[in-house]
């Protein structure tokens, strides 16, 4: 038997081996993680009201106006592990101002000064002098990967 008639259909074989092997195609990326975004205070006073939230990622409404942030987020002050939640933010810039609400009034309750009277803070637990805090101050990079933010209020 010729060396020829002995690898033809070994060549044949490999052939049809080749042509029926489906093509390897690159994997699925993985599906982008949950960007989870809690926040939780340090402590609050009283069991009552709810605890909001707003996150911004422009200095434009920062910290209160609610039509110009990004996202919203409220619990109550009464579960046992009062916290906000934001789900997908964009990575970049974002600055999160949180309320007390203890009287559910839907605004920071102040007293005849202008000095609120319900517990209030904010994200890198910025400081204002006079006022609230710069949307610089504030704000830390989100890189959208999911974190917590303990974020320290003033009653």
């Known amino acids: 038997m010729h060396l020829r ?19 390897r195609t690159a ?16 402590r609050i006073e009283g069991s009552r009201g709810l605890l909001r939230c707003l996150a911004f990622a422009a200095p434009s409404g920062f910290p209160s106006r609610i039509g110009r942030a990004l996202a919203r ?18 990575p970049g810039p974002i600055a999160i101002s949180v309320v007390h609400d203890a009287d559910v009034s839907g605004d920071i309750t102040t007293n005849a000064l202008g000095i609120p009277v319900e517990g209030y ?22 890189d959208g990967r999911a974190r917590t933010l303990k974020v320290r209020l003033s009653y």
């Not at 008639?5 to 093509?23: E, Y």
């Not at 987020?73 to 964009?90: G, H, I």
């Open 73 to 90: 987020s409220e619990a109550s002050v009464a579960s046992s592990r009062p916290r906000c939640t934001f789900r997908d933010l964009p």
């Open 5 to 23: 008639q002995v690898l033809a259909p070994i060549s044949a074989a490999c052939a049809v081996l080749v042509t029926a092997t489906p093509a």
């Open 121 to 142: 803070g904010f994200s890198r637990d910025a400081r204002g002098t006079f006022g609230p805090p710069d949307f610089e101050d504030a704000a830390f990079t989100h």
């Open 27 to 42: 994997s699925p990326p993985p599906a982008a993680a949950d960007s989870l975004v809690e926040v939780i205070p340090d």
